[in-house]
């Protein structure tokens, strides 16, 4: 059974920056798409970013594009999320997610989900 644990969530002020950590395990982690999701109050979750096995394929949502980052260490089996330039409307709870061998960017994509870690942008 595939677990992820996030962390590195909190409080940031409108332009700042917030990395989430997300750590993998029960599962071949190198071999796996990784996946970020947020779903803010009131709304859908969402898809944020993904990235394949070796992170040479890596897609975003429009909304993040130029100012996140996704990346991971298979050694360490670890994915994280770069956030700059943060805006309210990031204000989330972020879900790391571990998928399949295809490319994924809808949850149904994904497999195993952690509980989330919130992320708040204050104005």
């Known amino acids: 059974q595939a677990q992820v644990v996030e962390s590195g969530g909190g409080l940031v002020p409108a332009g700042g920056s917030l990395r989430l950590s997300c750590a993998g395990s029960?599962?071949?982690?190198?071999?796996?798409?990784m996946g970020w999701f947020r779903q803010a109050p009131g709304k859908d979750r969402e898809f944020v970013a993904s990235i394949n096995w070796n992170g040479d394929t890596i897609y975003y949502t429009d909304s993040v594009k130029g100012r996140f980052i996704i990346s991971r260490d298979n050694a360490k089996n670890a994915v994280y999320l770069q956030m700059n330039t943060l805006k309210l409307e990031d204000t989330a709870l972020y879900y790391c997610?571990?998928?399949?061998?295809?490319?994924?960017?809808?949850?149904?994509?994904?497999?195993?989900w952690g509980q989330g870690t919130q992320v708040t942008v204050s104005s």
């Open positions: 997610t571990m998928g399949g061998v295809v490319p994924g960017t809808r949850e149904s994509d994904f497999r195993s």
């Open positions: 029960g599962r071949t982690f190198s071999r796996y798409w």
